[in-house]
């Protein structure tokens, strides 16, 4: 799981309490219809952010920065041609993390926009920074829960590609319904891709790695595009910048890997 820091950044808003943002995955009802707390994929805990993130924040938050929940509640629209001054094939990555990946690959492929979904606020200014750093135009970041936003704000058939590097593994039996990966998801990721659009995942944990490969081999409306290789995984991209996760993954000894799949 990502570090979480910290706490209390004045201003901020309890995305997972909110109840547009999480209300996702799957709103369970008891017998007596008191609402459960919704099962969402990330907890949200308020983090201090450094100096420099905090600068970040300032400069550029207002320009490359967008609140899920307002997109959600209507305050702004989801309308990714004014957010880039153009139209071209559109990213959308769930879960930034500290933004590495999101930074390289976004430098890499000037001609295509990138939209980075995360609820870590740190993460969030630290990709800040590096696209300021590397005078990138073609990121914006949008902070809140990215299933809630592909499910009521991403048209069908809209994206290029669906980016998820190292999801939370919620490694315990009892926490295995957060993990993002799951039927109901993928079906609705499968569907804002446009035909030919790919949905790339990426993971650390074995039985992670093999209940997404088994979720995504079930999905209709997707195609292994690794399905001739041993296992049916993706020899890791060298394009795939190698992020902290993936270092930590090496040092405690776990394989990672890597899975790709097409919309037919
Ligand atoms: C383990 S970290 C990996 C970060 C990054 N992808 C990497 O490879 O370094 C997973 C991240 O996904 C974010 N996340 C989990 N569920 C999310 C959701 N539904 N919407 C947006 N971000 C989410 C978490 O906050 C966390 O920062």
Redesign the pocket.
Known sequence: ??EKRGAGRPGQRDLAASPTAAA?VRASHTHSEAPHRPI???V?HRSRLTEGQQHAWDRWWPERGRDVADLLGGAQPYDPPSWFGRTAPLVL??????G??TAALAAAAPDVDHIA????EP?LAQLLMRIAELGLTNVVLLR????ALLRERVPPASLAGIR??????WPKRRHRKRR?VQPEFVALAASRLAPGGTLHL?TDWDDYATQMRSVCDAEPALRNTAADQPGGWTPRPDWRPV????QRAHHEGREVHDLIYRRT
Do not use: N, Q, R, W
């Open positions: 799981m990502c996702h969402t994929s990330f949200h990555e769930i879960g930034s993390g500290m590495e990946s979904v995360e609820v870590y993460g809140g829960d990215a299933v998820i590097f190292f999801p939370d593994p993002l990426a992020t902290k996760f993936e």
